[in-house]
């Protein structure tokens, strides 16, 4: 089975890089017979979208989004790192999206077939 490695890095704002991860890791998890491996890394400002009620500019939430990804069994994780950055390790996320370390996602990107960034 192929995995595939997901890391955005880009803010949920000012761009739609971030809502094109989400979608695309949503295609994937949702394919009918070979299904691939996902694993969805957040880095940077991408962080934020594990906070409940985010939105994207049409004001779709994005939380349903994650929650479906999680809901297929796709590991969201944050890195600790800069999601401490930015003071939401204290903070209440969406159900099913944990904090990840660096060791976790270079472990992630030796072992998946491709790798893509947002």
């Known amino acids: 089975m192929q995995k595939i490695l997901i890391i955005v890095h880009a803010p949920p ?3 739609e890089r971030c809502l094109s991860a989400l979608r695309l890791a949503l295609a994937l ?3 009918e017979g070979k299904k691939p491996l996902l694993d969805v890394f957040l880095m940077s400002d991408a962080t934020v979208l594990a906070l409940p009620n985010q939105q994207d500019a049409s004001g779709n939430t994005l939380q349903q989004m994650v929650e479906q990804l999680t809901g297929h069994g796709v590991p ?7 999601a ?26 030796v072992q998946a077939d491709k790798v893509i960034t947002f």
């Open 84 to 109: 401490g950055n930015r003071g939401l390790l204290d903070l209440k996320l969406i159900e099913g999206v944990t904090i990840g370390t660096l060791a976790e996602l270079a472990e992630a990107t």
């Open 76 to 82: 969201v994780r944050l890195c600790k790192t800069c």
């Open 29 to 31: 998890a949702g394919r």
């Open 13 to 15: 704002y000012g761009s």
